[in-house]
C-alpha cells in the first residue's frame, strides 16, 4: 500500500507564508507525477501545483503564479508547496495527490486558514 503523510498547514494572516510537505511512502512505485490540490467549502477541488517527478516540469494555477513555488526531493519521495503572500481566498484543505504508472493516491488533506 503506498501512503502520503502531509504537514505543515495552519493558520496564518495574510501576507504571511506556510510551506507544505508531502511525503510518500510503501511498497514500491514508479512515480510519475506529485502535486497539490486544494477544496475550500462549496467548491470543487482544483489543482494548485504539480511537478512531473523525472523531468520537473511545472504547472500552477493561474491564482497562485508568483505567490507559490512546488519543489520536490526525489530520495525522499517528498513534494512541498511554498506558500508566500498567502490571500484570505488561499483558505482551504490542501490534499497532496501521487500519480503512479498503477494508480492514483491522495494523502488525507491540511487545513490552511488565512485570516484577513
Known amino acids: 500500500q503506498v501512503q502520503l503523510v502531509e504537514s505543515g498547514g495552519g493558520l496564518v494572516q495574510a501576507g504571511g507564508s506556510l510551506r507544505l510537505s508531502c511525503a510518500a511512502s510503501?511498497?514500491?512505485?514508479?512515480?510519475?507525477?506529485m502535486g497539490w490540490f486544494r477544496q475550500a467549502p462549496g467548491n470543487e477541488r482544483e489543482s494548485v501545483a504539480t511537478?512531473?517527478?523525472?523531468?520537473?516540469?511545472?504547472y500552477y494555477a493561474d491564482s497562485v503564479k508568483g505567490r507559490f513555488t512546488i519543489s520536490r526531493d526525489i530520495a525522499k519521495k517528498t513534494v512541498y508547496l511554498q506558500m508566500n503572500s498567502l490571500k484570505p481566498e488561499d483558505t482551504a484543505v490542501y490534499y497532496c495527490?501521487?500519480?503512479?504508472?498503477?494508480?492514483?493516491?491522495w494523502g488525507q488533506g491540511t487545513q490552511v486558514t488565512v485570516s484577513s
Open positions: 495527490k501521487l500519480e503512479t504508472g498503477t494508480g492514483n493516491y
Open positions: 510503501g511498497r514500491s512505485f514508479n512515480t510519475y507525477k
Open positions: 511537478i512531473t517527478w523525472n523531468v520537473g516540469r511545472l
